[in-house]
């Protein structure tokens, strides 16, 4: 008498660019077992670059955001649980509980819950008017709401903030910005770089309030009427809708019921493998170790999730595949469009602090780019409409020597060259 063993089930949970991303991953490398895709949203799996962008000003059409076409599911063996949230995981029976009463098992679980906004705490937050970023329901009320020409506060001088900020502005509306920080993407940045975006919202008419903090959100009658400066003068700026862009976290609720190890995000291997040996973690959520960088990062970007899906979806079928690439994202704001390569750790003492940044073109004109340096070797590099150098870049960082900085700001110098 022979035993037979189960057959295999690889269960998603995050019916996110990741874990569509993965999915197709799977089927490609030829695993045959069940694949079951779990998302709290109604939608299927699609690209979150457009909701504040081409989407959102109207230039492309919804059935372009999505991942795979409808029909791609089923024809690939894919089972959608749409509109259904894992509520636990048993790492010892390995099943997920979801929000239906239904209990899935798994051989091999793959994480991508991705992220969600950080809500402002300050009165008035919860007034009719106030909206977040983040699905593409919000994107569809956004629009509707931009059909009504409000006057848009944008808090939050984030990606997020300054791309919805530049969508309105092209939309006819009037809009201004309240940043705590002396400028937007400061922190991201850096100020020689930062300067860059916040010459380029004020020549297109955003009002900047930088430095400065928000004590309240006023309204009558259950709707926002203005934000109210957390300055001496307690500055109102009168808006009939609020676009709140503070940041994401991570969503480790699940992770973190399950035992896994837990730091700014789902902790993970090169291979986005989580510390049970059965479950990975892939997106937002993965705080992924880097042998390049020699240390965890979490990356907050489309690129990012879409190669930790493919890389978390091979490592679970037993291949070598590990994420190694450098982070990438890019950005378009009016006639501005930027890619940015490689990564730098603000924190004082680390050692992916930067010390110096070397440009190379004309900063003024917004066609460059620019270097992040730390003795003498590259750690980070932003072409700004400049394009087909980041493979340049890259082997400029990965490299690790030292660089001439004339040489590299002179654009008579070719990139390959250094």
Request: hydrophobic residues 40%; glycine residues 10%; proline residues 5%.
């Amino acid at each position: 008498m022979t035993s037979s063993q189960p057959p295999e089930q690889i269960v998603v949970v995050g019916a996110s660019l990741a874990g569509a991303t993965a999915a197709q991953t799977l089927r490609e490398g030829g695993f045959d077992g069940s694949v079951v895709l779990v998302g709290e949203e109604p939608s299927r799996p699609y690209e979150r670059p457009p909701l504040s962008k081409g989407y959102l000003l109207g230039n492309d059409e919804r059935d372009s955001i999505f991942v795979h076409p409808g029909d791609w599911y089923g024809e690939n063996n894919v089972e959608l649980r749409l509109g259904t949230t894992a509520t636990a995981i048993d790492t010892a029976a390995h099943q997920v509980q979801l929000s239906d009463g239904a209990t899935l098992p798994y051989s091999r679980l793959l994480l991508t819950t991705g992220s969600e906004p950080r809500l402002l705490d300050v009165p008035g937050a919860d007034l009719s008017g106030v909206h977040y970023l983040r699905r593409v329901e919000d994107t569809d009320a956004l629009r509707d709401a931009f059909a009504t020409q409000p006057r848009v506060v944008v808090i939050g001088g984030g990606w997020i903030g300054l791309e919805t900020a530049a969508a309105a502005r092209q939309a006819g509306l009037e809009v201004a910005l309240v940043e705590m920080a002396e400028l937007p993407l400061l922190r991201v940045l850096g100020p020689e770089v930062a300067q860059v975006f916040a010459d380029l919202h004020r020549e297109h008419g955003v009002d900047l309030h930088l430095g400065t903090g928000v004590r309240e959100l006023v309204g009558a009658d259950g709707r926002v009427t203005g934000v109210r400066l957390d300055d001496a003068d307690g500055t109102v700026l009168p808006a009939e809708l609020v676009l709140v862009g503070v940041g994401i976290r991570p969503r480790t609720e699940l992770a973190e019921q399950a035992g896994l190890a837990v730091s700014n995000g789902i902790d993970t291997d090169e291979h986005l493998r989580t510390s049970d040996p059965d479950v990975w973690a892939a997106g937002d959520v993965a705080n992924a170790w880097h042998p390049g960088l020699s240390q965890r990062v979490r990356v907050e970007h489309w690129e990012n999730a879409r190669q930790e899906g493919r890389v978390a979806a091979e490592a679970m079928l037993g291949k070598d595949s590990a994420h190694d690439r450098l982070p990438y994202f890019f950005t378009d704001q009016y006639d501005l469009g930027m890619e940015y390569t490689g990564y730098v750790d603000p924190t004082p003492g680390s050692d992916l602090a930067y010390d110096a940044v070397v440009f190379r073109g004309d900063k003024a004109g917004r066609e460059f780019i620019s270097f992040w340096l730390r003795d003498g070797r590259v750690l980070a590099g932003m072409n700004v409409n400049v394009w087909d150098v980041v493979d340049d870049v890259s082997a400029l960082i990965t490299s690790g020597k030292q660089v001439d900085a004339a040489r590299l700001a002179d654009p008579a110098v070719p990139l390959g060259e250094l």
